[in-house]
């Protein structure tokens, strides 16, 4: 089993920056495609950005130019790094191993991290 581990949300003022950390452990013998997705009160979950092993990212638009994906394969690390934050930005995170662009993931959900955008 793989577990995932979410952390560094919090509340944070409209502009403001945050960056999560997600620590896969268990039984990886590599991460892929790695992801991370948020699900907003009442919302679907979306994948917001994706990192390949290789480093190639890709964002959905409502991100775009304020998130920037990256991952640490030696520790099994993937963070999200969140500026110019605004109040739609708000939901809970989640990381997980991508099924191409979908809400999907490959792996059980972890607990997530909420991220609160308010003023």
């Known amino acids: 089993q793989v577990q995932l581990v979410e952390s560094g949300g919090g509340l944070v003022q409209p502009g403001g920056s945050l960056r999560l950390s997600c620590a896969a452990s268990g039984s990886i013998t590599r991460l892929y495609d790695m992801g991370w997705y948020r699900q907003a009160p009442g919302k679907q979950r979306e994948l917001v950005a994706r990192?390949?092993?290789?480093?190639?990212?890709n964002y959905a638009d409502s991100v775009k130019g304020r998130f920037t994906i990256s991952r640490d394969n030696a520790k099994n690390m993937v963070y999200l790094q969140m500026n110019s934050l605004k109040a739609e930005d708000t939901a809970v995170y989640y990381c997980n191993q991508c099924l191409g662009w979908s809400p999907n993931g490959l792996y059980a959900w972890g607990q997530g991290t909420l991220v609160t955008v308010s003023a």
């Open positions: 990192i390949t092993r290789g480093g190639n990212t």
